[in-house]
Every structure is written in C-alpha cells, then in structure tokens.
Nanobody
Framework: VQLQACGGGLVQAGGSLRLSCTAS????????MGWYRQAPGKQRELVAT???????NYADSVKGRFTISRDNAKNTVYLQMNSLKPEDTAVYYC???????????WGQGTLVTVSS
C-alpha cells in the first residue's frame, strides 16, 4: 500500500493549507487514517485521525483550527488547516491501517512551514 501525501508549503501565520493523502488501496477498508507531525528535535505526534465510522480525533493543540475529512471515491483523506501558527511548523505524515492487515502504512511526509 502506498500513501501519497501532498499540500505542504510555506504560509504566513493565520493562513491556511490543505493536505491530501491518497491511498493506493480502497479506504473503505481502513480501520483508521490520520495525520501526524514531527517538528525538528521533537517526537512525532498525532494531529488528527478519522476512523472507518467517520469518528474523528484531534490533538488539543489543533482543535477548532484543523479538520480531517475523507473522500472515499478518491481514496483520499484531507487535513484542512486554518489559523496556522508558527508552532504548527513540521513535517506532516499520513498514516493508515486497514482491516485484516496487520501492517501500518506511512506516507513520505510533506513539509509545512508557518512564518511569523
């Protein structure tokens, strides 16, 4: 399974970006998909996840600013990021796990840089 993440870039504080993660497998078969991020010198952390039943979960630091969604027809999960802050600067990774598959899949990462 391949996860292709894109949408990162450079944005000023207060701006918006939308990340996309497209899977090479039907995402109707997921247990969950989500976004994680890793800032320089820090551990990778959860940003947001969405389950097969469309339940969502967010890190406290992004609640109210970020929204995760999915388009099953496109096998794609999105992360809409609004009101970006410099502390949101990180490499963002897409992650997926599927039913009847014990593997965890990661995308290649996309860099988000928020300038102050």
């Amino acid at each position: 399974v391949q996860l292709q993440a894109c949408g990162g870039g450079l944005v000023q504080a207060g701006g918006s970006l939308r990340l996309s993660c497209t899977a090479s497998r039907d995402i109707l078969r997921i247990n969950s998909m989500g976004w994680y991020r890793q800032a320089p010198g820090k551990q990778r952390e959860l940003v947001a996840t969405i389950t097969s039943g469309f339940s969502t979960n967010y890190a406290d630091s992004v609640k109210g600013r970020f929204t995760i969604s999915r388009d099953n027809a496109k096998n794609t999960v999105y992360l809409q990021m609004n009101s970006l802050k410099p502390e949101d600067t990180a490499v963002y990774y897409c992650k997926a796990d599927f039913r009847f598959d014990s593997n965890i899949y990661w995308g290649q990462g996309t860099l988000v840089t928020v300038s102050s």
